[in-house]
């Protein structure tokens, strides 16, 4: 239920048990006031019909007087007139009153009672100062309940009409005082939680809700300048990321560029001795067209290997997009292969999973791949194998990534190498941290490969032993729709 009825039925129901008080009050206070009237009218209608009673048995006797009695009663049905006790009939049995209690009566005294359904007063009839019996005066109490009666009603439509008025006062209040800016104030609040901090919200108004209106168009204002703030440095930093990450592939093409002109250097050679040959006239003919085949071959290889080294270097903005990383990886090692044969290391693919697909940008991909390899082969003695697995895993993301157990493409990448030491392994992914020589490493290519996986939702995990080697496990979400 919304504030604006729930503020009205609360008025209401304050107002109206305050006014069924007060008409509870005035309904008793009229009540007590109108039989305390009745009361005293029998009361005096008893003690003037006791006095009048006694002067008629003084002047003719008591004959007189009783008949004098009975002739009043019937005269008014309303109020019943009665000698009782002495020479008189006897009390109504409802009575709590006996003939010997109105004997000892003076004669101004009264006695009150109430019946069955009517009200009684006695007054005493004194003749030469001794009790001849009493007066009763009786009146109905049907008056009295039909007062009563009328004035509930009275109470009761009183209230109605009043509380109607209320009711209706209390909601159009409502409506203007607390629904109106109330639904601004939401209004508001949703542009601001979708992101539009303009346009600033006006309630004329010097109470509650015109302050929060004020402090709602600071908050939105000072929200803007931050938005604003974030969004320019977020460039900023994502600017500088790409920039770090394109400044850590030269270094890994500086890593590469000795293997690659010694891998460039045979086909050099044979392309010019062939051509030398051919140029001298030494092969003609049929020979001739083999040497032009064979530097054709010779010049497609190395323009395979430049293209492959041009990709890899270029810079661009991510752009992510279903990728065989079993392919990606063959890739990688095609690249690095120029470096691992200067040191002899063999380079393998092995895969669990044909289907090892998932969503990324292919070349960053690649890149944190590379790095893996180029610092697996540089670990790596003379004749040590660097093998890339790749398989499915169901495994649960590390706590400081956080979310449920699910599927994951695990490429790992294993050498036989000197392995890293315990106290560095908590390091190796901090910038600039290397335990290389000065001049071979700059301590950015396992952090820049970590910020990539986690930019894909993964992450890199390492396991080392000094004298066995290293393995980097390279976790990426699975391509949802791949059984």
Known sequence: MKLVPKLTIAFIAVTIVIHAQGAYRRVKRESRTYSEDRDRDVTLVAKSMADAAAGAWHAQGEAASQAMIVHVSHHDESVRVRWVCEGGAELPPEVSLDCGSLAVLKRDDAAHAVGEGRRYAFAPVVIEGVTRGAIEVSASLAPEEGFVQRTIADAAKSNLINNTILLVVAFFLSVWLVARPTRALVEKARRVGRGDFEGPLVL??????????????????????????????????????????????????????????????????????????????????????????????????????????????????????????????????????????????????????????????????????????????????????????????????????????????????????????????????????????????????????????????????????????TRFSMYLPRLEGIS
């Open 204 to 469: 004329k108004a010097n109470d509650e809700f015109g302050e929060l209106a004020r402090e709602m168009n600071s908050m939105s204002a000072q929200l803007g300048e931050l938005v604003g703030q974030v969004k320019t440095e977020s460039a900023a930093r994502l600017d500088a990321m790409e920039q770090l990450r394109h400044a850590d592939r030269l270094t890994t093409v500086g890593k590469l560029a000795s293997g690659i002109a010694h891998e460039l250097g045979t086909p050099l050679n044979v392309i010019e001795a062939r051509s030398s040959m051919i140029a001298s006239g030494e092969a003609t003919g049929e020979t001739a067209k083999h040497y032009g085949q064979i530097v054709v071959d010779a010049s497609e290889h190395m323009t395979k290997i430049i293209r492959q080294l041009l990709t890899f270097a270029r810079r661009r903005g991510p752009e992510k997009m279903k990728s065989d990383l079993i392919e990606m990886a063959r890739q990688s090692i095609d690249l690095v292969r120029p470096l691992a044969r200067k040191k002899s290391v063999d380079l393998s693919v092995v895969s669990s999973d044909q289907d090892a697909v998932a969503s990324t940008d292919a070349m960053q991909i690649q890149q944190a791949l590379t790095n893996l390899l180029v610092n697996a082969i540089q670990a790596s003695a003379d004749g040590h194998p660097v093998e890339v697995r790749i398989e499915r895993q169901r495994v649960r993301p590390p706590a400081d990534l956080g979310g449920n157990e699910d599927d994951y493409v695990c490429l790992r990448v294993k050498d036989e190498g000197a392995g890293i030491a315990k106290e560095n392994l908590e390091h190796v992914f901090e910038p600039f941290f290397t335990t290389k020589d000065v001049g071979e490493g700059t301590g950015l290519g396992l952090s820049v490969a970590y910020g990539i996986v986690r930019d894909h939702g993964g992450w890199i995990a390492v396991e080392s032993e000094v004298g066995r080697g």
